[in-house]
């Protein structure tokens, strides 16, 4: 604004000299070519009136002529013609702020006489003009700093304000607390990063509340097998217990035992792929022996509840998977068929091979899952009707753990099931 303001007047005095020098170059041509009484008459005459004046001299310094014969102050400037060079046109007074005239100065020279043309122009019109275009600047500046600030308050409103809440939400979360609340901003980038910490902050708790939850269940699940186990133990040192006694406490210590042994294997297995250090070793091998070994393991605990294990396969073909996993996988599912039927059912197991993959049914005529839970049985500690899984010796971890490593080795689970009828759980490798 300063500069403009100042290019501005230096461009307005520029005209304004340019055009005093204009017409003094002009009068003094026509005296000149034409030096008499009526020429000089004329040129005065001319600027009589106007915001300009003329003096017309002789070289000695005496006025010949001028147009406003009454003001004493015009002459004050003859002192300066006489000092310095004055042989060609020049601007003899600029300073246009202190100065009531700005002047030029234009020698001329004729047979008769050599003298000066001094022409004047009175500056306060161009004060006026000054004075009005420092106005309209000084206005132009005040609105423009009002704008900037109008504008640098509601930046700072719709840009900082939102980053402000931010920092607080990402503090608040980085101390434990993802009680978190950001309004919602825009869709641009700030709107993204919101909804983003945002959603963090949601996922956060939900995290937290399930790890909460996971180790209330897990230590419930340890710490009943460990009641049991100290009860029966502390019963089972009396001395005066028979000895069928004894060997009926035992077993259920030996139960107990058993139950704790598979729960911390499971969260073993939990704890090793959430940290991505768990590993599945492939390789090829037959499908019967894998089978003889499935079927020496769970026929025990079958004929105990007195479940026929009907096994469909057809002749010995090769299975590409970790054994050890894929074992740890059909015994699970045996388990909870097992757990999740009634006594003289059938439960059926297929394994047949198709287009590189291994698919493993495990069929039982149990108790069935309602279809709305089907899809949250494979969550981590989910169990259906939680005191029938008790009853039944179920952690909820299970079909977690098999899930994950059926989906290791890059495969999938799918099951249907209906409310007592039964089960299938159909694995493909
Ligand atoms: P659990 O250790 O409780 O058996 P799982 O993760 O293996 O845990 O199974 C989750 C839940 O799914 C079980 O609590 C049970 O209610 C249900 N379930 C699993 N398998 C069967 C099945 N074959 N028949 C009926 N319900 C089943």
Redesign the pocket.
Known sequence: MFYLHRNIIYAQMDEEFSRLLANGANHRDVLQENYSESTIKHIVLMENGSDREVIIMNSEGNIISSSDESNPILERYIPLVMKGNSENDKILVSDYKNSPYIASLHPFQNSELSGYVLMFQSTKSINAMVNELTLHFGIAGVISVAIILIVYTILSKVLTRPLINMKVATEKLSRGDFNVALPYISKDELGQLSSSIQKLAKELERLKNERNEFLAVISHELSTPLTYITGYAKVAMRKDIKEIELEQYLKIINEESEQLKELVKNLLDLAKIDENSFTVAKEYFWSDQFLKRIKKLVEPSYKLKNLKLKIKAPDKFQIYADPLRLQQIVL?LLD??L??SNEYTEVGLEIYNTDNRTVISVI?K????PSDEIEL?FERL????KS??RTYG???????VVKELIEAHGGTIEVT?ELGIG?TFKVMI
């Open positions: 699970n909870n068929a757990k999740y039982d149990g108790f069935g899952i049985i989910y169990r259906v009707e029938r899984s179920g952690s909820g971890i299970g079909l977690s099931s089960s």
